[in-house]
């Protein structure tokens, strides 16, 4: 048990950041962030340690939010463009200024989604490139180079 709230002290900060990201609402990603919790603990037995605990969180948040997305009509039919949000995290250990960040953040808008989301993760996150492709089911190295390809495009605007 001492295990259980050990890693909910420790990983509460990036699964609810994460649901916000996805979010944009504080109560939504409070709410979602307990849950899994809830569902971890339910399955702490599955998890094989083949990926950081912090991975299998974020997976598990991340389809409960796709579960709690598909039920809700009224949350379908907004725009979830994963951006809008205001954090004090580093980009690429560069601390950045409130209107800075509210520039980036606008920015990444015309990004497509899942570069949002690699950024985000990176960002917000503070996840490696290894993590992000697990909780995205892809490569290292295509989280990597999407990263990448979302600062060049970023750069290409200033």
Known sequence: MQDIKKI????????NKYLFCLTKNYD??????????????????????????SVWLCQIAKN???????????????????????TEEKVEDEVIS????ITLYKKMQSLDEKTREV????ITGELSFKEIGDILNKSENW??????????????GD
């Open 8 to 15: 909910y002290e420790e990983y509460f900060e990036t699964v």
């Open 143 to 156: 989280a990597r180079v999407t990263f990448y390809r979302g600062k060049l495009k970023l750069k290409e």
């Open 98 to 101: 409130n209107d800075e960040k």
């Open 28 to 53: 939504i990603a409070e709410e979602l962030t307990q849950e899994t919790f809830y569902r971890a603990v339910k399955k702490i037995g599955t998890y094989k340690g083949e990926c950081k605990i």
């Open 119 to 122: 950024i985000y993760l990176r």
């Open 64 to 86: 409960l939010w796709y579960d709690e997305w598909r039920k809700n009509k009224k949350l379908a039919n907004k725009d979830y463009d994963l951006l809008n949000i205001e």
